[in-house]
């Protein structure tokens, strides 16, 4: 269907018309999206995938020139028997079987009596959009309570922004000084310093600075660590020589007076067994 120049259409109130069949051209436009919409819309429809589905579908049909077939703009042409009806007809019954093919087989049953785009895509917001709505719900919660735990830094805030995309593709807004607000609360007790100074900055900061000034504090107490230990294992190296040295003085004043009693015990031993029991 998309790849021939052109197709004969016959409309279903052809038998009014005095040309029963029409010649009408595919537009390049037209032909590439139908050709090619699986490639640009990767991702099937299914409940969970809608807000991505709904930007990357919306994204191709407007840079193809055919956005007003989905939002309704583009009106039906009202004279059933002009070559324009016919020709909005081909051209939308083009994007309405390209749209079919991107629906995963759960969600097409929803709109599979659909006669037009407009009509699909209404369909599918009026179905889908309150479980989005309950979607960017659930993220903003669990935005509001991450916490970085045994996660590095890097991955913490690559949730964070994973979660605040997905918020935005649900065409959902957060503010950017909620996000600040919230990041620092879920970084562990060795943040106190840099989460104090945040929460009691006057000045405005943007999203970029934050993150730059978050890594940056990342670097410092990695440092900071990396000194602590290598502090402390100068502090057990020299415990250590000073306990062996100790430990030393010690041995050598042990050994030198074990002998003398040694010697004394066995010379009384000698005194004893030479002038026998005592009476």
């Known amino acids: ?33 139908v050709s090619n919409i699986k490639n640009l819309v990767p991702h099937s429809l299914t409940t969970e995938t809608y807000p991505i589905w709904r930007i990357q579908l919306l994204q191709q ?28 007809q081909v051209i939308d ?18 709109i599979i009596t659909s006669t037009t785009t407009h009509e699909a895509w209404t369909v599918l917001e009026r179905r889908l959009q309150p479980t989005t709505r309950s979607l960017v719900i659930q993220l903003k919660n669990e935005l509001y309570h991450i916490h970085m735990k045994d996660q590095s830094l890097q991955q913490y805030l690559t949730r964070i922004k994973t979660i605040v995309d997905n918020i935005s593709s649900s065409d959902s807004k957060i503010d950017p000084e909620d996000i600040i607000l919230h990041v620092p ?14 929460h009691n900055s006057l000045l405005p900061i943007d999203l970029d600075t934050f993150y730059s000034l978050l890594c940056n504090e990342e670097i410092h107490l990695q440092q900071e660590l990396v000194q602590d230990q ?28 074990k002998h003398p009693q040694a010697s004394t015990n066995i010379l009384s031993q000698q005194l004893i067994a030479s002038t026998g029991p005592t009476v």
């Open 1 to 33: 269907m998309g790849d021939q120049d052109s197709i004969n259409f016959i409309p279903p109130s052809s038998s009014t018309q005095v040309d029963l069949t029409t010649t009408i051209s595919i537009p390049p436009p037209l032909k590439f999206l």
């Open 61 to 88: 049909f407007t840079a193809n020139g055919y956005a007003g077939h989905l939002t309704g703009t583009v009106q039906t042409p009202a004279d059933v028997t002009s070559a324009d009806y016919t020709r909005w």
């Open 93 to 110: 019954n083009n994007l309405l079987s390209a749209l079919f093919s991107t629906i995963s087989q759960y969600i097409l049953p929803y």
């Open 185 to 198: 609360n879920g970084l562990p007790l060795t943040f106190n310093s840099f989460k104090s100074t945040i």
């Open 230 to 257: 290598a502090i402390g294992s100068t502090n057990i190296a020299l415990y250590t020589a000073q306990s062996n040295q100790y430990r030393g003085r010690n041995n050598k004043h042990y050994y030198k007076n």
